[in-house]
């Protein structure tokens, strides 16, 4: 997958319905969210992905992509994301795919470390 398409599919996962999550999130993955329980793992990640209220727009900004084998694609970025209400949320995150098929890849890692917000 070149690196136009690694960027289109991250993308995808913040702004896609819950199906399109669901697809693409392989069963063994594993995420640390920031939000109790905090580390969860396979079907309760896709789960807990799933029933969120999806993003309305997303900006992946200060992108780095390694291959460190072939049919394995790891991304760190941070993401500046707003739901209909607009309140921004900002996270530096990481996910890592793995190639199960030709051209079919399915996220097993993903992880979001918040921005703290600024005090006021």
């Known amino acids: 997958m070149n690196d136009?398409?690694?960027?289109?599919?991250?993308?995808?996962?913040?702004?896609?319905?819950?199906?399109?999550?669901?697809?693409?999130?392989?069963?063994?993955?594993?995420?640390?969210?920031?939000?109790?329980p905090f580390v969860i793992a396979?079907?309760?990640?896709?789960?807990?992905?799933?029933?969120?209220?999806?993003?309305?727009?997303?900006?992946?900004?200060?992108?780095?992509?390694?291959?460190?084998?072939?049919?394995l694609i790891v991304v760190a970025y941070k993401a500046e994301a707003y739901r209909e209400e607009g309140k921004a949320y900002e996270a530096f995150c990481t996910s890592t795919y793995r190639r199960v098929a030709h051209d079919v890849w399915r996220v097993v890692q993903h992880q979001q470390t918040p921005l703290p917000l600024a005090s006021a």
């Open 4 to 36: 136009m398409r690694v960027w289109e599919f991250e993308e995808s996962l913040w702004l896609g319905n819950a199906d399109h999550y669901r697809e693409q999130i392989d069963g063994e993955c594993l995420m640390v969210l920031p939000e109790p």
């Open 42 to 71: 396979g079907q309760q990640a896709v789960d807990a992905v799933s029933d969120t209220p999806r993003w309305s727009r997303v900006a992946l900004t200060q992108q780095q992509i390694k291959r460190p084998q072939e049919g």
